[in-house]
């Protein structure tokens, strides 16, 4: 199957560039292209797009908003949101996860990061895994989220009712491992652990992976730096 890509940013030179990379490979292609967030909206809508590489600072709508609107639609459900940023743009990585998206990718990864993130994202996965990524979500966590609205601890609708081995493989997937190295861990099957995944993803109406992350740092069954 081929992964059908937008590409939302400003900067018409880098979508160029992006283009021309996602195109070369034979599993994906670009779809649309968006200058800010209310085309990138429009144009997933219409080209029924797979994931959206999505930057956060865009004319008008921004890319956190675009990816609160495109997660909020269900006609929309299964698409995949990927933010790019840089360093220098941290504190809205949350605010990012919160809104919806799969992950977040600096803007200067490597190539093969680029088309890598995209098919993790295509697959479901949440791009969570480097240290440094987990180490922003629990320093923005830990400070409230750099915009007040979150608190750690906070009571996450669904939590209650988890099962024992839900909570225990919720706390795993929020340490970044996938689903063969939970599996691994608790010595049971990959098929058992994505089942388990799937009904903790549906009793806390998460999104993905990465949402999963975040109620568990939320609800405060991870805590920040542990």
């Given at each position: ?15 160029s560039?992006f283009r ?12 649309g ?7 990138a909206?429009a ?7 797979d994931?959206v ?10 890319g956190?908003?675009?990816?609160r ?10 698409v995949k ?6 360093f220098?743009q941290?504190?809205?990585v949350?605010q990012s ?5 799969s992950?977040?990718l ?18 479901g996965?949440?791009l ?11 320093k923005?966590l830990s400070q409230?989220?750099?915009s ?7 009571s996450?609708?669904?939590?209650d009712?988890?099962t ?8 795993l997937?929020?340490?970044g491992?996938s689903?063969?190295?939970i599996?691994?861990?608790l010595?049971?099957?990959p098929?058992?652990?994505?089942t388990h995944?799937n009904?903790t ?7 993905d992976?990465a949402?999963?992350?975040v ?12």
């Amino acid at each position: 199957m081929t992964i059908r890509v937008v590409l939302a940013d400003d900067q018409a030179l880098l979508r160029s560039a992006f283009r021309v990379l996602v195109d070369s490979e034979p599993d994906m292609e670009v779809v649309g292209e968006a200058s800010d967030g209310a085309e990138a909206v429009a144009v997933t809508r219409r080209e029924s797009a797979d994931v959206v590489l999505m930057d956060i600072r865009m004319p008008g709508t921004d890319g956190i908003a675009a990816t609160r609107e495109i997660s909020a639609d269900a006609s929309l459900e299964e698409v995949k949101v990927v933010i790019l940023t840089t360093f220098e743009q941290d504190e809205y990585v949350l605010q990012s996860l919160r809104a919806g998206a799969s992950g977040f990718l600096g803007k200067g990864a490597e190539p093969g990061e680029l088309l890598t993130a995209i098919r993790i994202a295509a697959q479901g996965e949440a791009l969570l895994s480097p240290a440094a990524t987990k180490g922003l979500i629990t320093k923005f966590l830990s400070q409230g989220g750099g915009s007040g609205d979150v608190r750690e601890g906070q009571s996450v609708a669904g939590m209650d009712m988890l099962t024992v081995r839900e909570r225990e493989v919720l706390v795993l997937v929020a340490a970044g491992l996938s689903n063969d190295e939970i599996a691994k861990r608790l010595s049971v099957s990959p098929l058992t652990v994505k089942t388990h995944v799937n009904r903790t993803m549906s009793k806390l109406a998460a999104r993905d992976r990465a949402q999963l992350v975040v109620a568990a740092y939320e609800s405060g069954l991870v805590h920040p730096g542990s």
